[in-house]
């Protein structure tokens, strides 16, 4: 699973068009439904921290894990700033460890799509069932096939500001249901030139139905697939879907 690096530094930047504020609204209230309106939870995949910090404003305590070096020290600049107690774990997902178990586990922006292998999936899975509380709710988005394949397939983003530009190309491997992008980043320097990096990325669109499965192999129960960040049910436009589940009860 690539981490991001350089791109850390305007990660947040080119990211701005998405409603991290509406999605932390729609996550508490998922998680308000299933009776969570405060205590432990954690967010995989929690890049520079900006969900990480939203859910704490809304009164959790919040652990953020990602395996990006750069992206965490982006959170703990943010963390500084608003001077939230967060715990910021640098490990990878499928292999993350905690001292306890947690109310809720929470994953946004398709950070689970760059689990590109179904078993390495499958025990991200298992590990969320592990570490939540009895009856503890899960809660992640994906991105569809429909998405990679009909929406971003073959396309190239560019976006140049003041503070960097970008080059996002993208292609999308049907037969592997994989989709790459190759991202070339333009960070301006002091003496005036621009310093040119480059990334790949990869990540693996998982049929709904797979997704479904998987959560109950690792021993949860699926309650509820939305269209993201709304209150529709899945559907064959979805580009990103919500999934809600719930661990069964340990002491069952």
């Given at each position: ?83 939230q107690d967060i715990l ?53 988005d994906m991105n569809t ?91 064959e436009d979805s580009e ?13």
């Amino acid at each position: 699973m690539e981490a991001y690096s350089k791109f850390a530094q305007v990660y947040d930047l080119f990211m701005d068009n998405i409603d991290y504020e509406g999605w932390a609204e729609y996550v508490t209230a998922r998680l308000k439904e299933y009776g969570i309106a405060d205590g432990l939870v954690l967010e995989l995949g929690c890049g520079t921290g900006t969900m990480t910090g939203l859910l704490a404003d809304r009164g959790y305590d919040m652990i953020g894990v990602d395996n990006s070096e750069e992206m965490l020290a982006e959170a703990m600049e943010k963390r500084v700033e608003s001077g939230q107690d967060i715990l910021y774990l640098l490990q990878d997902m499928q292999e993350f460890e905690l001292y306890g178990t947690v109310r809720a586990v929470v994953s946004v922006c398709d950070s689970l799509n760059y689990i590109t292998e179904r078993e390495d999936l499958l025990q991200v899975f298992r590990l969320v069932n592990n570490y939540l509380d009895p009856e503890g709710i899960f809660l992640f988005d994906m991105n569809t096939i429909h998405k990679y394949r009909d929406l971003m397939g073959d396309t190239t983003i560019a976006e140049n500001r003041e503070e960097g530009s970008f080059i996002w190309d993208n292609s999308f491997d049907e037969e592997e249901s994989l989709n790459y992008y190759e991202l070339a980043v333009f960070l301006p320097r002091e003496d005036g030139l621009y310093e040119k990096c480059e990334e790949v990325h990869c990540q693996k669109a998982y049929p709904q139905e797979e997704i479904e499965s998987l959560i109950k192999e690792a021993g949860m129960d699926l309650l509820a697939v939305y269209d993201a960040y709304t209150m529709e049910p899945a559907a064959e436009d979805s580009e990103r879907l919500f999934f809600v589940a719930r661990e069964k009860g340990k002491n069952k």
